[in-house]
C-alpha cells in the first residue's frame, strides 16, 4: 500500500513543474486527485496522465483570489469524492525581482492576495471536509524566508505571513484533529528552472552549468534538490507518516540554510 493509499488529496497551482510532479507521485502513492489551476488545458493533460496510473483526478479551474470560484472548487471536491483527506497549497506566482523601494504597492497585494489569502480561503472552505477526515494541510512556501535577497522584498513577506498564518492554523485547527505543516524549497531543479538558467546564460554569456554551480555552492550537498525530492518531503508531511507533527517547516534545500 502507498502512504497516500484511498485518500483524496487536493492541490491548487498544478503547473508544469512541482504541481505536476506532487500530482503524479501522489496517485502512485494510491491517492485519488482534485487539481486545481487556473489553465484548464494543462490540468487536464495531467488527469489523463494519472489516469494512465490507474487513479481518478477532477479538473477543477480555479482562481484561488475569487472566493466563488473557491467554493465551487471545494463543492466539485465533495460532489466526485464525498471526502477530502489533504490540501496542498501549491500556488504561486513569480516574484517581482524588485527591491521593496521600487516595488508598487499594487504588486504587493497582489502577491499577498495569491500566497496568503488565496491559501486561507482554500482552508478555509475545506476544514469542515478535513474535520471529518482528520486531515493534513501542506502549505507550499519557500527558502526566501531564511535570507534576505534585496529583489525578493516582497515575496519574502508574503511567504513569512504565510508560514506564521500556518502556525497560527495549526494551533487552531489541531482542536479538530487537522494538521498544518509547511514545505521550505529554494530552487528546485527541473524542466521549468533548467529553462530558466539557459535563459540567464545566454543573457550573461555562460553556461547551464556554471549557472548550476553558483546556485548550488552554498548548499552543503552542491546540488539543487530535484521536483522529485521536494515531492516527497510534501508527500511525508500529508501523509499518517507524520501524524504526530504539526506547525512545523521542514527545509528542503541540500543544506543551504539552516533553520
Known sequence: ????????????????????????????EGADLVLAARTVERLEGVAAEIDRIGRRAVSVGTDITDEAQVTNLVEKSLEAYGK???LINNAFKVPSMKPLAKTSFEHIRETFELTV??????????????????GSVVNVNSM??????????AYKM???????????????????????????PGYIWGGT????????AGKYGTTVEEIYKAAAVNSDLKRLPTEDEVASAILFMA??????????ALDVNCGEYKA
Open 239 to 248: 501523509s499518517d507518516l507524520s501524524s504526530g507533527i504539526t506547525g512545523q
Open 117 to 134: 489569502l488565496g491559501a486561507l480561503r482554500l482552508i478555509q472552505g475545506l476544514t469542515p471536509a478535513l474535520t471529518e477526515t482528520k
Open 1 to 28: 500500500m502507498g502512504m497516500l493509499e484511498n485518500k483524496v488529496v487536493v492541490i491548487s497551482g498544478v503547473g508544469p513543474a512541482l504541481g505536476t510532479t506532487l500530482a503524479r507521485r501522489c496517485a502512485l
Open 84 to 86: 477530502v483527506d489533504v
Open 193 to 200: 528552472l533548467q529553462g530558466y538558467f539557459e535563459h540567464q
Open 144 to 153: 526566501v524566508v531564511r535570507h534576505s535577497d534585496p529583489k525578493q522584498g
Open 158 to 184: 508574503a511567504k513569512s505571513a504565510l508560514l506564521a498564518m500556518s502556525q497560527s492554523l495549526a494551533s487552531e485547527l489541531g482542536t479538530q484533529g487537522i494538521r498544518v505543516n509547511s514545505v521550505l
